[in-house]
């Protein structure tokens, strides 16, 4: 059974910093693509960043420089720090696992609210 379990969300004042973090189980890390997307309200949900096993990165154009996605394939974990932190960024993050061949076995966490608010 594949789980994605994200941690880290809350509420920041904007200029602020968190750290969310993803714990996979369940599949081979190491065969599979990691990702962060994001939902706000109302709007479609969106890539924000993502990281091959090689650690190979790719960025959203409003993530790049503030957010900084890496992976520990020792402890099957995906992390994604964000810093400067706007109130535009306030959505519900998942954690994507996408296999590296099979894309097709694709799985979600359950969603980790971020919220950036004075």
């Known amino acids: 059974q594949v789980q994605l379990v994200e941690s880290g969300g809350g509420l920041v004042q904007p200029g602020g910093s968190l750290r969310l973090s993803c714990a996979a189980s369940?599949?081979?890390?190491?065969?599979?693509?990691m990702g962060w997307y994001r939902q706000a309200s109302g709007k479609q949900r969106e890539l924000v960043a993502t990281?091959?096993?090689?650690?190979?990165?790719q960025y959203v154009e409003s993530a790049k420089g503030r957010f900084t996605i890496s992976r520990d394939n020792a402890k099957n974990t995906v992390y994604l720090q964000m810093n400067s932190l706007k109130p535009e960024d306030t959505a519900v993050y998942y954690c994507?696992?996408?296999?590296?061949?099979?894309?097709?076995?694709?799985?979600w966490g359950q969603g980790t609210q971020v919220t950036v608010s004075a």
């Open positions: 369940g599949i081979i890390f190491s065969h599979y693509v």
């Open positions: 994507q696992a996408r296999h590296a061949l099979f894309q097709e076995n694709t799985y």
């Open positions: 990281i091959t096993s090689g650690g190979t990165t």
